[in-house]
């Protein structure tokens, strides 16, 4: 997945700008879906929907930390028995940590796919 990204010319006087959320295949450079965050939210809200029509059967997908969530852990690990990995970059100190959270038990931190 790729970061959301504000639409260049969406903001107006009287509205701020459309966020979209997109899926991105890594290496490619492609986007494959995206989907507008509710102005509302943030894009917790719009991850399963996004991602609900793809095909993800034995896929990796990579996100960030906000993202990463005991509903999307099951929702990827159960019902669209892909493989997970969520990436935590800090700024401040450019340090990356990754962590597979996608499990038999999602979210239990034991290790059932992957």
Request: glycine share 6%; charged share 20%; with cysteine.
């Amino acid at each position: 997945m790729a970061q959301p990204q504000a639409l260049r010319g969406s903001r107006t006087v009287t509205s701020t700008a459309i966020h979209l959320l997109p899926a991105a295949v890594h290496g490619e450079r492609t986007v494959i879906a995206q989907r507008q965050v509710d102005s509302k939210s943030n894009e917790i809200t719009a991850f399963q929907p996004l991602l609900a029509p793809i095909d993800l059967t034995d896929s990796v997908l990579t996100f960030d930390a906000l993202l990463t969530q005991t509903s999307h852990a099951r929702f990827l690990v159960e019902e669209k028995e892909a493989h997970y990995i969520a990436l935590d970059a800090i700024p401040v100190t450019l340090r990356v940590s990754a962590r597979c959270v996608g499990c038999a038990k999602a979210g239990t931190g034991e290790v059932g796919r992957g």
